[in-house]
């Protein structure tokens, strides 16, 4: 697929449903239970997530889910919200960002709720992604990038399929503001097709 020219026109499905999940689009409606969710996760989100502080507070989680829908609406980034799909509960964000339309190739990232990590939630939203990526949206790529020291992180990309093409050493700065290096993981159309075939 030769790029897509008007994004904007595609029709994504909301909600992306999976075998436990529902990936919804981000909705101011939904600030209390993402400020709730954040302010529960901070010890594990500060460390990777330079948005992530001691003083998020309902009205950041407000403003976030405005801006969100409104790349999400002029298709500039899918970020999506991940809820429980038995209980309705909201655990974690993911989605696709950093699009490139033309090529296409995009970027999934990815954080859960500390309550639901450990049970592979993330890895089943990856894999809904990677998926929806390739097979609706007609992408050539998908990279998944992380901190070197984000270890949860780094086996989700590999339990998913992703080749670790990189280890940019000292390419930017944590939220600590200290340099660390940042590794990436991508994966390629031929490579996904190859991985699925035995599913088709």
Do not use: C
């Not at 502080?53 to 991940?82: G, K, Q």
């Amino acid at each position: 697929m030769a790029g897509i020219t008007n994004p904007t026109l595609l029709d994504i499905p909301d909600p992306i449903e999976t075998a436990r999940l529902l990936l919804r689009a981000p909705s101011p409606a939904y600030a209390d239970t993402l400020h709730e969710a954040v302010r529960e996760s901070l010890p594990e989100l500060i460390p990777f997530m330079p948005w992530a502080s001691e003083t998020y507070s309902l009205p950041d989680a407000r403003y976030y889910l405005h801006w969100a829908a409104s790349r999400y609406i002029i298709r500039e980034a899918l970020p999506m919200l991940i809820f429980h799909r038995e209980t309705g509960e909201f655990i974690g964000s993911t989605g696709l960002e950093r699009i490139n339309w033309d090529v296409p190739r995009m970027e999934i990232g990815y954080w859960l709720r500390t309550s639901w990590v450990g049970q592979g939630y993330v890895t089943e939203a990856v894999a809904a992604l990677t998926a929806f990526a390739f097979e609706t949206l007609g992408a050539e790529r998908v990279e998944i990038r992380m901190d070197a020291t984000n270890v949860r992180s780094r086996a989700v990309a590999e339990r998913s399929g992703y080749v670790l093409e990189a280890r940019l050493r000292h390419y930017t700065l944590n939220p600590a503001g200290e340099l660390i290096d940042e590794l990436v993981f991508a994966l390629l159309r031929a490579e996904y097709q190859a991985q699925t075939k035995g599913d088709l």
